[in-house]
């Protein structure tokens, strides 16, 4: 049975869609999920679309725990799935007003551009604490990064690894 944490799983189309997907092959019907979110709010409403995938997609074999702890849930975890967003919606609007206001028009300012900078240098400390947690409690682990700056992301967390 395969173990998929999932951290910022009240990032609810995308956590939803993404154990729909894993699900999908046979040989994963069998995953544990644990749904990890800091915001209990959203992380129940996680909890509640977990619980109808399960029951209606027929994926009696699945099985799922929610906590606002990621070390809890990290012990014994094959992969681990990372899907932040640090700072919510009025740090979006930050990334895109700021640069605008000195001339810098961008559509979204989550990849590249100084938007997408900001995004790192406010997200980087975060990802370093998961990448940490992992290497200490389950170092076999697959951390799949889905959190922009994607790249800038990988960098900063290979860069602040020991050794």
């Known amino acids: 049975m395969p173990k998929v944490v999932i951290i910022g799983a009240g990032?609810?189309?995308f956590s939803s869609r993404l154990q729909a997907d894993i699900l999908s092959f046979?040989?994963?019907?069998?995953?544990?999920?644990?749904?990890?979110?800091?915001?209990?709010?959203?992380?129940?409403?996680?909890?509640?679309i977990t619980e109808r995938l399960l029951k209606t997609g027929d994926y009696s074999?699945?099985?799922?725990?929610?906590?606002?702890?990621?070390?809890?849930?990290?012990e014994g975890a094959d992969y681990v799935i990372s899907s932040l967003l640090v700072g919510g919606y009025p740090a979006i609007e930050a990334e895109i007003d700021i640069p605008k206001k000195y001339g810098v028009d961008q559509c979204?300012?989550?990849?590249?551009?100084p938007g997408g900078i900001m995004r790192c240098l406010r997200t980087l400390p975060h990802q370093i604490g998961i990448a940490q947690d992992i290497m200490e409690l389950c170092p076999k682990a697959i951390l799949l990064n889905y959190t922009n700056p994607m790249s800038m992301l990988c960098w900063g967390m290979y860069r602040a690894a020991p050794g």
Request: net charge negative; glycine share 4%; no cysteine.
């Open 108 to 113: 979204i300012g989550d990849t590249l551009t």
């Open 26 to 48: 046979e040989n994963l019907r069998d995953t544990h999920f644990s749904l990890v979110d800091i915001n209990e709010e959203r992380l129940g409403y996680a909890q509640r």
């Open 61 to 74: 074999e699945a099985t799922f725990e929610a906590t606002t702890d990621r070390r809890q849930v990290l």
């Open 11 to 13: 990032s609810l189309v």
